[in-house]
């Protein structure tokens, strides 16, 4: 079956980094777009960034632009986010997502707080 088991989440300082990942299965990963989002207490989930099957292209929200880099690596069938100067409004659920012909398709989540 599809799982998408999100990992390196954490307590980390504004301005720090952090480099998420996703591994996948159950799936033919390097034929699908992955996405990233986020959920902030207490409001929707939005989508973080986006990454086309070979990794070619990529699309950020307006707010993370700059700051924030979606890759893949389809040997590993695992996708990063890697967040540079996060500030303490990136702090969520960040959730691992991809769209299969079966469905939509999540992972459990990593907590990501940004605070000092």
């Known amino acids: 079956q599809v799982q998408l088991v999100e990992s390196g989440g954490g307590l980390v300082q504004p301005g720090g980094s952090l480099r998420l990942s996703c591994l996948a299965s159950?799936?033919?990963?390097?034929?699908?777009?992955m996405r990233w989002y986020r959920q902030a207490p207490g409001k929707e989930r939005e989508l973080v960034a986006t990454?086309?099957?070979?990794?070619?292209?990529?699309n950020y929200a307006d707010s993370m632009k700059g700051r924030f880099t979606i890759s893949r690596d389809n040997a590993k069938n695992t996708v990063y986010l890697q967040m540079n100067s996060l500030k303490p409004e990136d702090t969520a659920v960040y959730y691992c997502?991809?769209?299969?012909?079966?469905?939509?398709?999540w992972g459990q989540g990593t907590q990501v707080t940004v605070s000092s």
């Open positions: 990454i086309s099957t070979a990794g070619g292209s990529t």
């Open positions: 997502n991809t769209r299969l012909f079966s469905g939509s398709y």
């Open positions: 159950g799936f033919t990963f390097s034929s699908f777009a």
